[in-house]
């Protein structure tokens, strides 16, 4: 009879280990899932937002507009609030260079924007900010990396 309480009070702790196990590793892979679309998203932008200055904020015909640009912060502020909701993943190698990446990705924006806003295209200032891009698609591939080699 003994056995068989020691056997049954052990079986609980037993299921209770298996189910945290089960929802951290959900709970990894989702940040895992979640960095990889927002690094995604960060990466394409830049992307896009190189080619505006390129083309000195033209499209069609019309200058791109302040509201136009939103798309751009927007996308720094949802991976940014990602960032603040993952602090027990804060000394992960991916979670350092995506803060990085944040950084680089936010200055870009912020230089590209007064670029457009600046009134006239200037070489000097492009090459700055084509530059800021290959570091923004240099960090996205860093993180990128570091999410290959931690444990999902």
């Known amino acids: 009879m ?13 299921f209770l280990a298996i189910a945290i196990a089960a929802a ?6 989702d940040y895992h ?5 927002n690094v995604s998203l960060l990466s394409d932008l830049s992307d896009k937002l190189a080619d505006y200055c390129r083309t000195y904020f033209k499209l069609d015909d019309r200058q791109l507009s302040s509201e136009e640009m939103g798309e751009f912060y927007y996308a720094f502020n949802k991976a ?19 803060v990085r990446l944040l950084n680089a990705y936010e200055r870009f924006a912020h ?12 070489p000097a200032v492009l090459a700055s900010l084509l ?12 993180v ?6 931690e444990p999902h």
């Open 80 to 98: 940014n609030a990602f960032s603040s909701s993952t602090p027990r993943e804060s000394s992960l190698r991916s979670h350092r260079d995506f």
């Open 33 to 37: 899932r979640t960095m990889t679309a």
């Open 144 to 149: 990128t990396e570091d999410l290959r080699d």
């Open 111 to 122: 230089a590209a924007d007064a670029y457009r806003l600046g009134g006239k295209p200037d």
């Open 131 to 142: 530059s800021q891009h290959d570091q923004v698609r240099h960090l996205a591939g860093k």
């Open 2 to 14: 003994k056995s068989f309480r020691r056997a049954a009070l052990r079986r609980p702790v037993f």
């Open 24 to 29: 951290t590793a959900c709970y990894s892979s």
